[in-house]
């Protein structure tokens, strides 16, 4: 929210919805390819000219209403469709490795299940596997940040239902008898 944020707080500018649109340049967002879908941010003049070339749109660095940033975003709407036009005639990682070569940064929308098979995900380990009292073997997320000292791995299931009552209710200052009337009365 970098950019719209500062937009509001130093421009007094409101941010409008666009959905996968990048508000400071075209084309930049998502767009629609033959397999899929890609991310593209071309937002320096080289960046669009090149792209017009790598896409085979070179008419478009001509045309009025697309030759400067500011026509450009203010006709995305016109442009998107043109764009996409060529895109889907190839897959997306041609594509992506196309742009980014001529530095454009671009890159392929993955879905959940192929971003939670990435290589950079197992050398991570994002994943963990750990054994659940009542369920068995289930995958979740480990910490992805990593520290010096400490391994800040998920090694332990969720608790159970109830499970650290005893234990929270003593550090309360409760005792056992207090805790098992407590039990007795429906309360925990």
Not at 84 to 102: G, H, I, M, R, V
Not at 177 to 188: A, H, S, V
């Amino acid at each position: 929210m970098g950019w719209v944020a500062a937009n509001l707080l130093i421009g007094g500018k409101h941010p409008v919805l666009m959905g996968n649109d990048n508000f400071t340049a075209a084309p930049s967002g998502t767009f629609v390819t033959k397999d899929g879908y890609i991310n593209i941010a071309a937002n320096k003049q080289e960046q669009w000219e090149d792209l017009c070339d790598i896409v085979g749109v070179p008419e478009l660095k001509e045309d009025s209403r697309f030759k400067e940033r500011d026509t450009r975003k203010a006709n995305r709407k016109l442009l998107t469709p043109l764009i996409e036009e060529k895109l889907k005639e190839k897959e997306t990682k041609y594509w992506a490795d196309a742009l980014n070569e001529k530095g454009i940064p671009s890159g392929e929308i993955l879905s959940l299940d192929e971003a939670l098979h990435q290589p950079q995900v197992e050398h991570r380990k994002a994943l963990t596997e750990i054994d659940t009292p009542n369920v068995g073997k289930i995958r979740v997320f480990n910490m992805t940040a990593k520290f010096d000292k400490t391994d800040g791995d998920v090694n332990l299931p969720p608790p159970t239902l109830s499970e650290h009552t005893t234990e929270v209710l003593k550090k309360l200052g409760y005792n056992d008898e207090e805790i098992k009337e407590f039990r007795t009365n429906g309360i925990i």
